[in-house]
């Protein structure tokens, strides 16, 4: 059975950072594209950002540009979203997907993506 586990989310300051983990059991991450995507309370769900199945390709909204770093390490089986200078609106629940192909101009649409995981809780408040 195919599952993606998101885990280092928690509560942290403004300000202060984060590294989330998507890890997979059943298949091999490294011949997929990961996407991270957020979704807060009433709002919809917004993608965040997306690597390539090489890594050779990264992409990110606009809202995190400079801020978030997505990386992944096919050996450990695991892409990462290191989140830095973190404030309150970034407050969500972080997923992570994956799918075989993602078109480039589509990265941010969720429905492109086949795998969920669970989704991790990232709060960021003083």
């Known amino acids: 059975q195919l599952q993606l586990v998101e885990s280092g989310g928690g509560l942290v300051q403004p300000g202060g950072s984060l590294r989330l983990s998507c890890s997979a059991s059943g298949f091999t991450l490294a011949s997929y594209a990961i996407g991270w995507f957020r979704q807060a309370p009433g709002k919809e769900r917004e993608g965040v950002s997306c690597i390539s199945d090489s890594g050779g390709s990264t992409n990110y909204a606009d809202s995190v540009k400079g801020r978030f770093t997505i990386s992944r390490d096919n050996a450990k089986n695991t892409v990462y979203l290191q989140m830095n200078s973190l404030k309150p609106e970034d407050t969500a629940i972080y997923y992570c997907?994956?799918?075989?192909?993602?078109?480039?101009?589509?990265?941010?649409?969720?429905?492109?993506?086949?795998?969920w995981g669970q989704g991790t809780q990232v709060t960021v408040s003083s």
């Open positions: 997907a994956a799918d075989p192909q993602i078109p480039e101009n589509y990265w941010h649409l969720p429905d492109e993506y086949k795998y």
